[in-house]
């Protein structure tokens, strides 16, 4: 009788550490599913379009051959191997400079019209951020205004003060280069 109440207690134990095991891992699965979701909707609510990420190849020259870039203004690969000051600029950057400015973490403002009102009331946010931001017209572009960050580029057809102090929050002070 003995030897059958050892195995009653012995099975309960081993019922019991299945059980405990079993709950762990169901417990272990809803933490990662929880953790996963806020993951993808903190990357969902980013703001700005992402761009496949080009690397980060140094060349030597701006007019060193390297691919093609995936968006104008470029969002991401080959630059050289050092960066446009921080700041207001009145000329344009090459895309060559600029991108090494997004690797370290920058944010690039850029405009594409004659419009001084437009470029004060950018270079007035602009201000608000000693480094890590630049601003600067870019004539090629397609849009008016384009911000754009290692991988993200943003659009927009006048200044909205809200939507570029967002996308600077962001993405400013994000470094990029491969470890």
Known sequence: ??????????????????????????AAVVVAL???WFAYRAQADLPGQKFADL?????????????????????????????????????????????????????VIQYNCACPDVAEKLATIVRKYPT???????????????????????TLDGVDEARIERFIRAYRGIDHHAR
């Open 34 to 36: 929880i953790v996963g």
């Open 132 to 154: 890590q931001v630049v601003l600067a017209p870019y004539p090629t572009m397609p849009s008016r205004i384009a911000l754009t960050a290692w991988t993200r580029l943003e």
């Open 1 to 26: 009788m003995a030897k059958q109440e050892r195995k009653g207690r012995n099975g309960a134990r081993h019922g019991r550490r299945r059980w405990t095991l079993g709950a762990g891992v169901a």
């Open 55 to 107: 690397g980060n190849l140094h060349v030597q020259t701006g007019g060193d051959p390297h691919e093609p870039y995936n968006s104008t203004p470029p969002t991401s690969g080959p630059h050289l191997p050092y960066i446009a000051p921080w700041g207001i600029h009145t000329r344009p950057i090459p895309n060559e400079l600029q991108v090494h400015n997004l690797e370290d973490g920058g944010v």
